[in-house]
């Protein structure tokens, strides 16, 4: 199957600081991406959908002037946390759908992100 | 607004066991649908898709059934292994192109020896 790849895996930060998470698809383009957060035993939450070329689209109650997305390639997405708190710590997962008639979504390997 | 649940929230059960895990979903028009394995501190593992077109998927102990007009599915794991334990969510994608999945809360689940 396609692959997915995020880096970091994991990152630790001071309050206030800005992050950086990448997420490529190794394999196969991808024009759009999705980006998930999970907060310890809860479910993923779609945060965004980050479009090649156009500007992401946000769900409701995601701040798009804090968690900045852009999709840099066909390949390539990126998520900053700007400002980041410690109430954004949490598991940042992505995804992306394959390019076959199923339209399987893979995912990243997600990026653990500790504000402290 | 699709909304996805999953029935039980956790369960415990001794090796051998056949299981069902429950998931139901409230907007039937969907595209697909996912079910995934999360291991602790782990990202997600893809265990079936079942296409809206299809009734049901097997892998190897793992069957997962689609019933989109009750919106329900269902996760059966034949003669369960102390390595099952995990946690299973169930995500539903849209009639639409270019959506994302939409989760469930997930069954926890443990296979105890």
Redesign the interface.
């Known amino acids: ?1 396609a692959v997915v790849s995020q880096h970091p895996s994991w990152v630790i930060c001071k309050s206030g600081t800005s992050v950086k998470i990448e997420c490529r698809s190794l394999d196969f383009q991808a024009t ?1 991406m ?1 980006w ?1 957060r999970q907060f310890p035993k ?5 945060m965004a ?1 980050s ?1 090649e070329g156009s500007k992401a689209t946000y769900e409701q109650g995601v701040e798009k002037d804090k968690f900045l997305i852009n999709h840099a390639s066909l390949t390539l997405s990126t998520l900053t946390v700007t400002s980041a708190h410690p109430e954004d710590s949490s598991f940042y ?1 992505c ?1 992306a ?1 394959g390019d076959s008639s ?9 990026t ?1 992100l500790t504000v402290l | 607004k699709q909304e996805v649940t999953q029935i039980p929230a956790a369960l415990s059960v001794p090796e051998g066991e056949n299981l069902v895990l429950n998931c139901s979903f409230t907007d039937s028009a969907i595209y697909n649908l996912q079910w995934f394995r999360q291991d602790p501190g782990k990202g997600l593992t893809s265990l079936l898709l079942i296409q809206s077109s299809q009734r049901e998927q097997t892998s190897g102990r793992l069957n997962a059934s689609l019933d989109k007009s009750s919106g329900r599915s269902t996760l059966y794991i034949a003669a369960s292994q102390p390595g099952d334990s995990a946690t299973y969510l169930c995500a539903a994608r849209a009639n639409q192109a270019g959506t994302a999945l939409i989760f469930g809360k997930g069954t926890t689940l443990s296979v105890s020896s």
């Open positions: 199957g759009t999705f998930y809860q479910s993923l939450m779609l959908t479009n997962i995804s759908p199923y339209n399987e979504q893979f995912f990243g390997p997600g653990r």
